[in-house]
């Protein structure tokens, strides 16, 4: 039976807490053997030892971070095999060390992760460099498409924006701004990315 020091829930030693939370990860649907013996180590201290920041409650929830890990882990796997056969193939014929190849490698990158898919793009480009990559870019779209690189669609530029005039000079909820801006699309199995790319003006 646990014990209660306040109002928080702790296990007795760790024997206890062992049987319990090997119990919870069952109910979870992730195997206790599963977890790292580290991580099990860690959880079980967690439930038995007395400290503010411990209890069965707060070990419980290392079981679910445990949990969120390995599905995170899973999805990438997934996502990783399932433009394996197109993306890097589609890297290279572009090349991977031009601008429009290593962009389309980071695109790659943050779809295979499921990282946000709104971002900044490399240095600052003068107003004629983004003219030329702009033409890199749509370029790599037709090469796609002849190619028949189906995974990756839609690939578009938008001209050169004052973003502070449109009311869009704030960079998320940091205190960073932005003015002069480019951005290039691309479509990776239905997911579309936006590279924001930071213009010099004269």
Known sequence: ???????????????????????YSAE????????????RDASVRIAWTE???????????????????????????????????????????????STAGELLDLCKHHYEQANPPNF??????????????????????ELAEERTYDQFTDFRSMKIQDKSSLGKGQVG???????WQGNVFVTILGAEFNAHINIRKK
């Open 1 to 23: 039976m646990t014990k209660m020091i306040g109002k928080v829930e702790y296990a007795n030693d760790a024997t206890e807490a062992t049987k319990l939370l090997s119990e």
């Open 28 to 39: 979870l649907g992730l195997p206790w053997g599963v977890i790292s013996q580290r991580k």
């Open 51 to 97: 400290d503010k920041n411990n209890g069965l409650a707060a070990a419980k929830k290392t079981i679910e971070d445990d949990l969120i890990e390995l599905r995170r882990a899973e999805n990438v796997a997934e996502r990783k095999a399932a433009i394996a056969g197109q993306g890097g193939a589609l890297v290279k014929a572009v090349g991977a060390k």
């Open 120 to 141: 900044t793009f490399g240095p600052d480009m003068s107003e004629e460099d983004y003219a030329s990559f702009r033409t890199e870019w749509r370029e790599a779209g």
């Open 173 to 179: 909820d940091t205190l960073d701004t932005r003015k």
